[in-house]
């Protein structure tokens, strides 16, 4: 079973990268919108690439 110590620790970069998204969509036509874009879906492939690789290691 999964704690919530890292249940948390989980969460709350894939939500901020999720509103990284969202804001970034929303501005898309600036470059600071297409920067958001872009750092929202590093945070969120980067928590699920950690994740695997931890999974890998055990």
Same mark, same amino acid.
């Given at each position: 079973m999964i704690s919530m110590s890292s249940f948390? @620790? *989980? !969460?709350i970069? &894939?939500?901020t =990268? *999720? &509103?990284m998204l969202a804001i970034g969509f929303n501005f898309r036509d600036k470059n600071a919108g297409v920067f958001a874009m872009w750092? =929202? *879906?590093l945070l &969120? !492939? @980067?928590?699920v690439v950690y994740k695997i690789l931890a999974k890998l290691n055990e």
């Open positions: 948390h @620790a *989980m !969460l970069p &894939i939500l =990268g *999720m &509103i750092l =929202g *879906m &969120i !492939l @980067a928590t």
